[in-house]
């Protein structure tokens, strides 16, 4: 099925999945997210697993994907450089960005909000096929 796609449009399909996927999760569970995101926060080696493995969807993406010539594989590629940002700021500076990743789903009201953001934005990332 994916034969006759290109990477633009086979990573946005997977992007646009994960991105659906979290917001669904978000607007469902949004009084649980500040529970799960004190869970990560008290788990040092699940932080520690995330750190790697953002670092490796970043660095992969980035590897397969330097292209900047429409919408969608502009999303595609600054999505691939803010994962690998994510990745090395976990690792490095795991305390400063749990600081901020609270403040930013403070209330259930916000999470709900950026889980609509991210609905809407996985529907459109997965309109790129």
């Known amino acids: ?3 006759s796609f290109t990477i633009t449009q086979i990573l946005s399909v997977f992007i646009g999945l994960y991105l659906l996927s979290v917001g669904v999760g978000f607007v469902l569970e949004r009084n649980k997210v500040q529970t799960m995101m004190q869970q990560f926060s008290d788990n040092m080696a699940l932080g520690f697993i995330s750190g790697v493995v953002a670092l490796i969807i970043g660095a992969t993406i980035i ?11 502009i999303v595609v590629s600054v999505i ?7 990745g ?11 600081r901020v990743i609270n ?6 009201k916000i999470v ?3 889980g609509i953001a991210a609905i809407l934005a ?3 990332m997965m ?3």
């Open 1 to 3: 099925m994916f034969e």
């Open 112 to 114: 709900c909000i950026i």
């Open 80 to 86: 691939g450089w803010t994962t690998l940002i994510k």
């Open 103 to 108: 403040c930013a789903l403070g209330s259930s």
């Open 88 to 98: 090395v700021v976990i690792l490095a500076f795991r305390e400063l960005f749990m």
């Open 127 to 129: 309109s790129a096929i």
């Open 63 to 73: 590897s397969l994907h330097q292209d900047f010539s429409n919408s969608h594989a």
């Open 122 to 124: 996985g529907v459109w």
